[in-house]
Nanobody, 122 residues
């Protein structure tokens, strides 16, 4: 069992930056791949970024590539999402999730956090 708690969301102007954190409970954090997803109002939840168990491999949605960076610190049981050059289209609730598989597919993630709101004003 893995419990995930996101933090770091907020209101930022376009062009600004935020860093999201996701703290995980449990001693098996380092065995899970981690992902970030987001859900905008009235839209489906979509993939943003993922990172494998060691942190050596990551993958990004085209919409955030070059602007967002996912990282993890297994000594702190935490995964991060550094978001730069934010755009109003990035406004959404951001969720972190854990999976035994390194994946971009939402349905392959077993554990989810409660989400953190990111709002980007124009």
């Amino acid at each position: 069992q893995v419990r995930l708690v996101e933090s770091g969301g907020g209101l930022v102007q376009a062009g600004g930056s935020l860093r999201l954190s996701c703290a995980a409970s449990g001693r098996t954090f380092s065995t899970y791949a981690m992902g970030w997803f987001r859900q905008a109002p009235g839209k489906e939840r979509v993939f943003v970024a993922s990172i494998n168990w060691s942190g050596r491999t990551s993958y990004y949605a085209d919409s955030v590539k070059g602007r967002f960076t996912i990282s993890r610190d297994n000594t702190k049981n935490t995964v991060y999402l550094q978001m730069n050059s934010l755009e109003p289209e990035d406004t959404a609730i951001y969720y972190c999730a854990a999976s035994i598989s390194y994946s971009t597919r939402l349905n392959e993630y077993d554990y989810w956090g409660q989400g953190t709101q990111v709002t980007v004003s124009s």
